[in-house]
């Protein structure tokens, strides 16, 4: 299990066209489903997409999305945009080439949805907040949960949230009635893996 953490890599292109078996999306969902989260909410849908039409319809919708060229991270003390470069298109052009969607809903056991807790009053939104970043810490896990079962399985892909841009029509699409939280993008690969820097720097050890 060690090994295929450290080895598991974000793929985002070389996919083959052949489709992933109903057993193999069952076994990956069913590790989605066993994800730990705050209080057992378990605030996450899945919502699995192996048509390749649809998911190229979807990619339509994101590479056209208003504002694809310039959608990055922003600074929320500014509204300035974080020093990247959109990955919009580059995205679309993944879910052209793999052979499953896992589109991920937040349900908002605890925060009734990103809007809510931005229009929640001075006094409540920090404590919303906090509701709301436990989903995304369940969410996460089952997230990583899906990732690391496809691995296993002989399946790569990437984990892409700004699909986000064209969320409306995502939601509209597949019926979601919470917050879209991005797309796990999977299929069958060839190419090559490359190493991994691990960020030994980002750990603080503490006596």
Request: net charge negative.
């Amino acid at each position: 299990m060690v090994d295929l953490i450290l080895n598991r890599r974000s793929r985002r292109d070389g996919f083959q066209a052949r489709p992933v078996p109903k057993d193999t999306i069952d076994t990956i969902i069913a590790c989605a489903l066993a994800a730990p989260s705050s209080k057992n909410a378990q605030p996450w849908r899945i919502h699995v997409v192996t048509s390749r039409a649809t998911l190229g319809e979807i990619a339509d919708a994101v590479d056209s999305a208003r504002g694809a060229e310039t959608y990055v991270p922003i600074d929320p003390a500014t509204g300035l945009p974080r020093d990247y470069e959109s990955s919009v298109s580059e995205s679309a052009q993944v879910l052209r080439g793999v052979s499953l969607g896992l589109f991920v809903e937040n349900r908002g056991r605890f925060s009734d949805g990103r809007r809510v807790v931005a229009s929640a009053a001075d006094g409540v939104r920090e404590n919303a907040l906090i509701g709301y970043s436990l989903e995304m810490v369940g969410l996460g896990a089952t997230i990583q949960n899906m990732w690391l079962a496809a691995s296993a399985l002989g399946l790569a892909g990437v984990f892409m949230g700004d699909v986000l841009i064209a969320e409306e029509m995502i939601r509209e699409r597949l019926g979601l009635a919470g917050d879209l939280v991005g797309v796990l993008a999977l299929g069958y690969t060839e190419a090559e893996s490359f190493p991994k820097r691990l960020g030994e720097d980002r750990v603080v050890l503490h006596d």
